[in-house]
T-cell receptor, first 114, second 115 residues
């Protein structure tokens, strides 16, 4: 079975500061990795995904994530955040072979302070 | 594309009443998922379908919950009878298994309040 751990439940940062949201996963098989964002009172929106190839993945809104197989991590980063980035961020994995089930982490609430 | 459509967006009901949540997946998608989100338990997968067939309903909390997908463009999640602890946001998502991976597209959710 797969599991996802988001190491920080809340991350407060100042506007224009860099941010890193941490995600570690556990799986005995190869997986695809995802970051979703949920703005207040909205559904989840795909931010970026890692399927294969380059371990540095760029997504929407200036976010990027790096897949590290040896550390089983997929941390999300942004060099300079904006107030509009205030949201909850979810890391998720799914097996490459077999069932399509996404396994989500508990989420990290990113709060941007002016 | 209109994306995943859910209705109603908000539902307030009294304990014991039947509640039906509706979902229209993205056209062409062959997987449909129902999730529940609460502060205490986060995002939970309730059930998912492939080509209208239920594949895994192990997340359905109890017999009061049932889900159907009569055709490729419509699914329902029913709670009968509803209880206050069912209060949550229910999301529907759909995906298409292809070389782009298993990206799921989420609807806006239905916020259910059971009084």
């Amino acid at each position: 079975a797969q599991s996802v751990t988001q190491l920080d439940s809340q991350v407060p940062v100042f506007e224009e500061a860099p941010v890193e949201l941490r995600c570690n996963y556990s799986s005995s098989v190869s997986v695809y990795l995802f970051w979703y964002v949920q703005y207040p009172n909205q559904g989840l929106q795909l931010l970026l995904k890692y399927l294969s190839g380059s371990t540095l993945v760029k997504g929407i809104n200036g976010f990027e994530a790096e897949f590290n197989k040896s550390q089983t991590s997929f941390h999300l980063r942004k060099p300079s955040v904006h107030i509009s980035d205030t949201a909850e961020y979810f890391c998720a994995v799914t097996k490459i072979q077999g069932a399509q089930k996404l396994v989500f982490g508990q989420g990290t609430r990113l709060t941007i302070n002016p | 594309d209109a994306g995943v459509i859910q209705s109603p967006r908000h539902e307030v009901t009294e304990m014991g009443q039947e509640v039906t949540l509706r979902c229209k997946p993205i056209s062409g998608h062959d997987y449909l998922f129902w999730y529940r989100q609460t502060m205490m338990r986060g995002l939970e997968l309730l059930i998912y379908f492939n080509n209208n067939v239920p594949i895994d309903d192990s997340g359905m909390p109890e017999d009061r919950f049932s889900a159907k997908m009569p055709n490729a463009s419509f699914s329902t999640l029913k709670i009968q009878p509803s209880e206050p602890r069912d209060s949550a946001v229910y999301f529907c998502a759909s995906s298409f298994r292809d070389r782009e991976g298993d990206t799921q597209y989420f609807g806006p959710g239905t916020r259910l309040t059971v009084l």
